[in-house]
C-alpha cells in the first residue's frame, strides 16, 4: 500500500507538481538550511517505504479532502526531516509540513 501510495504521488509531482504550505515552521526551516522548493520536491521524489511512519488518516480539519500521510527522511540532511504530505485523488498532493522532526 505505501509503495503504491509513493508512486502514485511522485507521478502527480513529477506531472503537475505540488503545493507546498508556507507554514512559519516549514518557511523558517527552508531559509535555515538553504533548501528551495526544488530540494523539497527532490527530497519527496526521493522517499522510500522505510521513511513511511503513518497514515493514511483524515485531515482534522474537516474542509480539506484527502488523506495524511506521514513520513520522516534522514538522507539529506544530519537531522530528520518531518514531511506531512495530504493526497487527494486523482491528482492534487499538497506538503502541510517540512522541517526538522521534534520528536529525536
Not at 521513511?51 to 506521514?70: A, F, R, S, T
Not at 504530505?85 to 498532493?93: A, G, H, K, L, W
Request: aromatic share 12%; proline share 4%; hydrophobic share 35%.
Amino acid at each position: 500500500m505505501i509503495k503504491a501510495y509513493l508512486k502514485d504521488i511522485k507521478k502527480i509531482i513529477v506531472e503537475k507538481g505540488f503545493q507546498f504550505i508556507k507554514r512559519e515552521k516549514n518557511v523558517k526551516f527552508l531559509r535555515e538550511y538553504g533548501l528551495l522548493i526544488e530540494d523539497v520536491k527532490k527530497i519527496i521524489l526521493s522517499l522510500k517505504p522505510e521513511d513511511y511512519i503513518k497514515g493514511p488518516e483524515k485531515d482534522h480539519n474537516q474542509k480539506y479532502l484527502g488523506d495524511i500521510w506521514v513520513f520522516k527522511n534522514t538522507t539529506y540532511l544530519d537531522m530528520t526531516i518531518y514531511i506531512k504530505i495530504r493526497y487527494n485523488p486523482p491528482d492534487e498532493v499538497v506538503c502541510i509540513s517540512f522541517h526538522e522532526d521534534m520528536e529525536e
